[in-house]
């Protein structure tokens, strides 16, 4: 079973950086892919990342590129996400999700498992 549980969220200044966790209540995340996303209010939940877990592929929205990170400890328990150079505009709720099979989606509605939800709020 899949379980994803988000922490680290919090409140950091502008060009800042956060790393999100996710777990899987100590179990591996071995064989899912596993993806974040992003939801302000009143607004569409959005795609952040996406990583494969065996095959090594990984997507980023294009206004995250080069300041956001993914990676996944070595007992494939927690997935990353390091956040630097932070801006207002990244300040969301982010949500850990994770898939069947080894294909990053960037589509919210292939993700049958869901994290609560970690905040984060970037001041400026």
């Known amino acids: 079973q899949v379980q994803p549980v988000e922490s680290g969220g919090g409140l950091v200044q502008a060009g800042g950086s956060l790393r999100l966790s996710c777990a899987n209540s100590?179990?591996?995340?071995?064989?899912?892919?596993m993806g974040w996303f992003r939801q302000v209010p009143r607004k569409e939940r959005e795609f952040v990342a996406a990583?494969?877990?065996?095959?090594?592929?990984?997507a980023y929205r294009d206004s995250v590129k080069g300041r956001f990170t993914l990676s996944r400890d070595d007992a494939e328990k927690t997935v990353y996400l390091q956040m630097n150079s932070l801006k207002s505009e990244d300040t969301a709720v982010y949500y850990c999700?994770?898939?069947?099979?080894?294909?990053?989606?960037?589509?919210?509605?292939?993700?049958?498992?869901w994290g609560q939800g970690a905040q984060v709020t970037v001041s400026s």
């Open positions: 100590g179990r591996t995340f071995r064989g899912y892919t």
């Open positions: 999700a994770a898939r069947d099979g080894l294909v990053p989606s960037m589509e919210s509605g292939d993700y049958a498992y």
């Open positions: 990583m494969s877990w065996g095959g090594g592929r990984t």
